[in-house]
């Protein structure tokens, strides 16, 4: 099986650390986002599909793309560099 056929999971980066507070400042997700992402013709930011802000039960959260990991490995690891040190959920985005 070739990288292009594989499946990646999409981890999902919980704006809520591991004892249950928000994280804050509240922009984080939309700032750790903006690694990837673009403007458009549209003068609109379009985030990447392989790592976007999301809102999960009003939580913000980040969509991220196990992908990254090869197309990306500095961003992936800085995130989950990022995810560890403010002690914040990642699960699995098949589990949430």
């Known amino acids: 099986m070739t990288e292009k056929q594989k499946r990646f999971r999409t981890l999902i980066i919980q704006g809520l650390t591991k ?6 400042p509240s922009d984080w997700a ?3 986002s903006g690694m990837l ?5 549209d003068h ?5 599909p392989k790592l976007r802000p999301i809102s999960i039960d009003g939580v913000k959260c980040i969509a991220l793309d196990e992908e990254l990991k090869i197309s990306h490995p500095g961003i992936y690891q ?3 560099d990022f995810a560890a040190r ?3 959920e990642i699960i699995d985005e098949d589990s949430a």
């Open 78 to 80: 800085q995130i989950m």
């Open 37 to 41: 992402s673009s403007f458009g013709d």
């Open 44 to 48: 609109r930011i379009h985030y990447s």
């Open 30 to 32: 939309e700032r750790m």
């Open 19 to 24: 004892d249950g507070r928000k994280f804050r």
């Open 86 to 88: 403010n002690n914040l």
